[in-house]
């Protein structure tokens, strides 16, 4: 059964930083492309931050470009999202997910399988 977890979540000042981790338990996961997603209260979600299964490609939100990276590390089969310069437009619910393909997606529809979300709040 694929499960995603994530965890780092939690509350900071603006201009803060936080580290989000994503541990997969699924046997696939060094040949799977993986996302960050987020969803702020009355908003749709957005693709915040995408990386092919070897993390040698990636893609970036303008909103996020030059704040945040995502990585991977497919020995520990974790995904990564370091956020700096944290602003309180970036507060919402963060969601991890992974899709049984090489290459990521833009779109959220394509991911095949999702973590339970968590919460980061960047107070002003």
Same mark, same amino acid.
């Given at each position: 059964?694929?499960?995603?977890?994530?965890?780092? #979540?939690?509350?900071? !000042? /603006?201009? $803060?930083?936080? &580290?989000?981790?994503? %541990? @997969?338990?699924?046997?696939?996961?060094?040949?799977?492309?993986? #996302?960050?997603?987020? !969803? /702020?209260? $009355?908003?749709? &979600?957005?693709?915040? %931050? @995408?990386?092919?299964?070897?993390?040698?490609?990636?893609?970036?939100?303008?909103?996020?470009?030059?704040?945040?990276?995502?990585?991977?590390?497919? %020995?520990?089969?974790?995904?990564?999202?370091?956020?700096?310069?944290?602003?309180?437009?970036?507060?919402?619910?963060?969601?991890?997910?992974?899709?049984?393909?090489?290459?990521?997606?833009?779109?959220?529809?394509?991911?095949?399988?999702?973590?339970?979300?968590?919460?980061?709040?960047?107070?002003?």
């Amino acid at each position: 059964q694929v499960q995603l977890v994530e965890s780092g #979540g939690g509350l900071v !000042q /603006a201009g $803060g930083s936080l &580290r989000l981790s994503c %541990a @997969a338990s699924v046997r696939t996961f060094s040949a799977n492309a993986m #996302g960050w997603f987020r !969803q /702020a209260p $009355g908003k749709e &979600r957005e693709t915040v %931050a @995408a990386i092919n299964y070897s993390g040698g490609n990636t893609y970036y939100a303008d909103s996020v470009k030059g704040r945040f990276t995502i990585s991977r590390d497919n %020995a520990k089969n974790t995904v990564y999202l370091q956020m700096n310069s944290l602003k309180p437009e970036d507060t919402a619910a963060y969601y991890c997910a992974g899709r049984f393909g090489r290459s990521y997606a833009y779109d959220a529809r394509s991911y095949d399988y999702w973590g339970q979300g968590i919460q980061v709040t960047v107070s002003s």
